[in-house]
T-cell receptor
Framework: DAGVIQSPRHEVTEMGQEVTLRCKPI?????LFWYRQTMMRGLELLIY????????DSGMPEDRFSAKMPNASFSTLKIQPSEPRDSAVYFC??????????FGEGSWLTVV | GQQLNQSPQSMFIQEGEDVSMNCTSS?????WLWYKQDPGEGPVLLIA?????ELTSNGRLTAQFGITRKDSFLNISASIPSDVGIYFC???????????FGTGTRLKVLA
């Protein structure tokens, strides 16, 4: 079975540009998480969806960040406008009804 | 955000040696997960623990769910070069969806 699929794997963009990260969760999983990983702060939960509905977005750093999940097989994380401090690895993870979450390979974002 | 205390922060060991690492929390958890992250990749699930006292193995890896439910341990026996990476623990409290991640243990194996 395919795991969590993220795109792009790597993106370099200029400050002020819009960035859109995409995620396809594992088929049949009903929970989706977006995490950000940095050296300083480790893995931070940004937003959590359950059955396509955002349940907790308290981890979204500011209004420049937004996330959507229009259907069970697709989610996006958007940063507009992007800033250099947004440079990080962004992970999408999904879960079925159990307690185990599975991560994608991540999107490496560099904002210059 | 909130993090678990994971130790050691890093380890340099000789190939063939055994490795031990642990995570501690001030909160009680009902699930502990252990992940390994290779450079340039996402965390990959190694072992999941669901019950206090549970001891689970996955090849050369063994993990235990602490009896107090506030800690967990991961052991790697007879380390090999491909064990290199960062190991993360994650805990989930009962009735919540949030997983709190440890700060990671960086393992380097010297051949």
């Amino acid at each position: 079975d395919a795991g969590v699929i993220q795109s792009p794997r790597h993106e370099v963009t200029e400050m002020g540009q819009e960035v859109t990260l995409r995620c396809k969760p594992i088929s049949g999983h009903n929970s989706l998480f977006w995490y950000r990983q940095t050296m300083m702060r480790g893995l931070e939960l940004l937003i959590y969806f359950n059955n396509n509905v955002p349940i907790d977005d308290s981890g979204m750093p500011e209004d420049r960040f937004s996330a959507k999940m229009p259907n069970a097989s697709f989610s996006t994380l958007k940063i507009q406008p992007s800033e250099p401090r947004d440079s990080a690895v962004y992970f999408c993870a999904s879960r079925h009804s159990g307690n185990t979450i599975y991560f994608g390979e991540g999107s490496w974002l560099t904002v210059v | 955000g909130q993090q678990l205390n994971q130790s050691p922060q890093s380890m340099f060991i000789q190939e063939g040696e055994d490795v031990s690492m642990n995570c501690t929390s001030s909160s009680i958890f009902n699930t502990w997960l252990w992940y390994k992250q290779d450079p340039g990749e996402g965390p990959v699930l190694l072992i999941a623990l669901y019950k206090a006292g549970e001891l689970t193995s996955n090849g050369r890896l063994t993990a235990q769910f602490g009896i107090t439910r506030k800690d967990s341990f991961l052991n790697i026996s007879a380390s090999i070069p491909s064990d290199v990476g960062i190991y993360f623990c994650a805990g989930q409290a009962s009735g919540t969806y949030k997983y709190i991640f440890g700060t990671g243990t960086r393992l380097k194996v010297l051949a």
